[in-house]
């Protein structure tokens, strides 16, 4: 999982990030990246694409783990307005993109998890299911997981009818019943395909209560 890293630290560089993101694919709330910069002496036990680890808890305590280790770590969103603005792709972009800016030092290189990037002044290199190859982005794919899957699950509280506390905003039949029945919330994304243009007439509060 320190291939890619061991041959960037052997070139000069130090700070080498990774970048992954995760909830392109849901209808509602943001989608989220994450960049972690690990010491040559991580131990990578467990450590893996965020999507293979079976349970929640599991990858929470790897997320902590993570934290307390890493030399530098940073989670970073872009809005459901701002993905409808930007689009889904170029969001994700912006999303990672907060992340390698937001690192002091910056990083001197950034593996990304995917097969394109906007042209940067850091140099970088994409990586094809880089969650499975790098341990630099696949702790990035499991602290942006846990953010997410934590945002929702609270977000459900508030909006309790689309089933975000089990699908996490993406797209299953309970998400879509709750959108016929009740209407888009805020936090859904309006350039993604709905299924319905109603909009929630009640507050959040009081539908929950209810």
């Known amino acids: 999982m320190f291939h890619f ?6 070139q000069g560089f130090s700070r080498v990030m990774g970048l992954d993101e995760v909830g392109r694919g849901c209808l509602a709330g943001p989608v989220v990246a994450a960049g972690v910069i690990l010491p040559d002496d991580f131990d990578c036990t467990g450590v893996t ?3 293979q680890i079976p349970t929640h808890d599991a990858r929470r305590l790897l997320a902590e783990r993570i934290k307390k280790e890493a030399a530098f770590y940073v989670v970073k969103e872009c809005s459901p307005q701002e993905i409808d603005e930007h689009n889904i792709l170029q969001a994700s972009f912006l999303a990672m993109q907060k992340c390698a800016e937001s690192a002091d030092p910056a990083p001197d290189y950034l593996l990304i998890d995917g097969n ?4 940067s002044l850091v140099p970088h290199e994409c ?4 969650d499975a190859r ?3 982005i696949a702790a990035a794919s499991i602290l942006a997981k846990v953010h997410r899957d934590e945002l929702m699950y609270s977000l ?3 909006y309790p009818w689309y089933g ?3 699908n996490v905003g993406y797209p299953t ?3 879509y019943r709750g959108l016929e029945e009740v209407g888009i919330s805020p936090l859904h994304r309006r350039t993604f395909r709905l299924r319905t243009e109603k909009l929630l007439t009640v507050s959040p509060r009081n539908g929950y209560e209810a």
């Open 49 to 51: 694409d965020s999507k």
């Open 5 to 10: 890293e061991k041959r960037l630290w052997q």
């Open 164 to 166: 975000w506390n089990t």
């Open 173 to 175: 039949q309970a998400h």
């Open 134 to 136: 790098s341990a630099s």
């Open 116 to 119: 394109r990037f906007p042209p």
């Open 156 to 158: 459900h509280q508030l």
């Open 127 to 130: 990586l094809v299911k880089g």
